[in-house]
C-alpha cells in the first residue's frame, strides 16, 4: 500500500479563492515531488522539494518541504479554472522509488 | 518531441490473452520505471530498470507479469493470461538516474488495458 497520505481527496473551490493540499509520510522522505494530472492525462512534474524546511513558488502555486521532512503542502492562491486536475505528491524514500499519494481532485466553480 | 512515449495509448483484450506494451523513455535517461494507476488512485511502483538491469520488482507485481529492457533503451511490460483486475492505466517514466542526487521522473502518456 501507499506509504503517502494526502488529504483531502476532493476540493471544490470557488474561482478567486485559495486553498491547500497536504501531504504527510509516515517516515522521512529524501525529498518529496509534486505533480499535476489533468483529466485523461497523464502525471506531469511540477516541483521538487529536497531541502528540510524548504519552500519554493510557481506563479500562484506555493510549495513547501515540513522541518522533519515527513510533510508537504500546496498552496495555491486565486485559483483559476486552469487549475483543474489531480494534483499528486510523491514521496522519495530511497535512491530511486517514489510513494505515490492519492490525490487531491480539484474543480473550479465559476 | 523528445519526452517519453509509450504504445499503444489503449488496448481491449479479453480475459484470458497476453498483452505487451512498448515504453521509449527520453534518450539520455538510464532510468526506467513502471507503475499502474487505477481510478482514484495515484500510480503505484511496479518496477525499474537501471540500464538493462531489472533492479526491483513490487509485490504488486504477480508472476504473470514481466518487463524488460534489452538494450537498456525502450521497455516492454508483457502480461500474460489477462484478468478483468488487470485493467488499469500503465504509467512509463524515466529519469537520469544519477545516484545520490534528485532525480526527477518524467511520465508517459500511458497505456489504457481494458480486459473484458
Given at each position: 500500500g501507499q506509504q503517502v497520505m494526502q488529504i483531502p481527496q476532493y476540493q471544490h473551490v470557488q474561482e478567486g479563492e485559495d486553498f491547500t493540499t497536504y501531504c504527510n509520510s509516515s517516515t522521512t522522505l529524501s525529498n518529496i515531488q509534486w505533480y499535476k494530472q489533468r483529466p485523461g492525462g497523464h502525471p506531469v512534474f511540477l516541483i521538487q522539494l529536497v531541502k528540510s524546511g524548504e519552500v519554493k513558488k510557481q506563479k500562484r502555486l506555493t510549495f513547501q518541504f515540513g522541518e522533519a521532512k515527513k510533510n508537504s503542502s500546496l498552496h495555491i492562491t486565486?485559483?483559476?479554472?486552469?487549475?483543474?486536475g489531480t494534483y499528486f505528491c510523491a514521496g522519495r524514500h530511497n535512491d530511486y522509488k517514489l510513494s505515490f499519494g492519492a490525490g487531491t481532485t480539484v474543480t473550479v466553480r465559476a | 518531441d523528445t519526452g517519453v512515449s509509450q504504445d499503444p495509448r489503449h488496448k481491449i483484450t479479453k480475459r484470458g490473452q497476453n498483452v505487451t506494451f512498448r515504453c521509449d523513455p527520453i534518450s539520455e535517461h538510464n532510468r526506467l520505471y513502471w507503475y499502474r494507476q487505477t481510478l482514484g488512485q495515484g500510480p503505484e511502483f511496479l518496477t525499474y530498470f537501471q540500464n538493462e538491469a531489472q533492479l526491483e520488482k513490487s509485490r504488486l507485481l504477480s508472476d504473470r507479469f514481466s518487463a524488460e529492457r534489452p538494450k537498456g533503451s525502450f521497455s516492454t511490460l508483457e502480461i500474460q493470461?489477462?484478468?478483468?483486475?488487470?485493467s488499469a492505466m500503465y504509467l512509463c517514466a524515466s529519469s537520469l538516474g544519477f545516484s545520490g542526487s534528485p532525480d526527477t521522473q518524467y511520465f508517459g502518456p500511458g497505456t489504457r488495458l481494458t480486459v473484458l
Open positions: 486565486a485559483t483559476q479554472t486552469t487549475d483543474v | 493470461r489477462t484478468e478483468q483486475g488487470d
